[in-house]
């Protein structure tokens, strides 16, 4: 008999029956482990110059690039819902793009503006400036290119520079997103020389060459640029302990955070650095990511607002302290309805 077997089968469970505190919401919220916050939100902009403009991308649905009027109407709307801190990315125009890179280091370029304009109009907001040249460089490569190959030391040169102009237009974190070796050392040393000893540098430590980027690369304008791929410098995605190396030496160098970026697929990356490191971790939640919520829930995969929020929880629960997130805004103004 049905009910027989049932009682005769199940003994072994003795009583641990672990759907017992699913049962009601109310538990559900009780045993929760993690949570996600809107300080746990970072929020990634592209800019763009001209006045009341913005523009789509069409690889990223529903992200514009915005001009700096509006990037400072999009501080304060990020500010109000509590998301600390802005990552800015710009894109530079064909014609100020040159193979040394130049503009990088340009006091008055357009991602120094940006960081101005905000930083006067919204002070209580962090701004974090990305360090690489492939915003400004004509090859679309993070460093200077001779004969082929990216030059590393040469690289850290100008990103030193690059970084400095930032931080003195307003920048409270510089990011170096190039993956040179030895850059974290070399824009620490500079910044603390300089009166700058007060910024933070949030080390794109664990960066892997990876497709996800694609949007991003349309968004900035270096998509049709890019010659090659960024395998010499950026990681071999097949590679978890050389992660740890490089989280290992930015620390030693001095970052006071470190990234691990794509996300959803490199959890497990997260979670080693979270069990080997005592820093603040973060992810980024790259334009690719994005780009398969938005086209996917489009297509009527599955629904976009609950995709956005359950990929973000598993960030926090893989360890991060933070992400960085496309859905940053979005996800902040509905954690605080
Ligand atoms: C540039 C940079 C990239 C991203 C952030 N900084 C692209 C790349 O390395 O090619 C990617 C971010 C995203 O895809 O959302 N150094």
């Not at 620490?188 to 690369?217: E, N």
């Not at 980024?284 to 489009?298: L, N, R, W």
Request: one cysteine or more; hydrophobic letters at 45%.
């Amino acid at each position: 008999m049905a009910a027989d077997w049932a009682k005769h089968d199940m003994a072994f469970l003795d009583g641990r029956r672990l759907r017992r505190p699913r049962a009601a919401a109310w538990s559900r919220a009780m045993v929760r482990e993690t949570s996600l916050s809107t300080a746990d939100l970072i929020w990634p902009i592209f800019v763009i110059d001209g006045q009341n403009e913005r523009t789509a991308i069409k690889t990223m649905p529903g992200v514009e690039r915005l001009s700096i009027d509006l990037a400072v109407a999009a501080a304060k709307a990020a500010r109000d819902a509590g998301i600390p801190a802005m990552a800015l990315f710009p894109n530079t125009p064909g014609h100020m793009r040159s193979e040394g890179g130049e503009e990088a280091f340009n006091p008055g370029n357009l991602m120094c503006r940006a960081l101005a304009a905000i930083k006067s109009a919204v002070p209580d907001i962090g701004l974090i400036a990305d360090v690489a040249l492939d915003e400004y460089s004509s090859d679309g490569q993070d460093g200077l290119v001779r004969d082929g190959h990216v030059l590393n030391d040469e690289t850290i040169a100008v990103m030193v520079q690059s970084a400095l102009v930032q931080a003195k237009a307003g920048a409270d974190i510089i990011a170096p997103s190039d993956m040179m070796d030895g850059r974290v050392f070399a824009i620490r040393q500079a910044l603390d020389q300089s009166g700058f000893d007060h910024v933070q540098i949030m080390s794109y430590a664990a960066k892997y060459a990876s497709c996800f980027y694609g949007p991003f690369r349309e968004a900035v304008g270096t998509g049709a640029r890019l010659k090659g791929d960024k395998r010499t410098y950026q990681m071999d995605f097949a590679n978890s302990d050389e992660a740890m190396r490089e989280i290992a030496q930015d620390i030693d160098e001095g970052a006071d955070s470190i990234m691990v970026k794509p996300g959803l697929p490199y959890l497990d990356i997260v979670r080693r650095a979270k069990d080997n490191f005592n820093v603040p971790i973060y992810a980024y939640q790259v334009s690719g990511e994005y780009a398969m919520i938005e086209f996917a829930s489009a297509a009527g995969s599955f629904d976009r607002q609950a995709a956005m929020v359950e990929s973000l929880t598993a960030f926090k629960r893989a360890g991060c302290d933070g992400v960085l997130s496309y859905f940053a805004l979005e996800a902040a103004r509905l954690l605080n309805e």
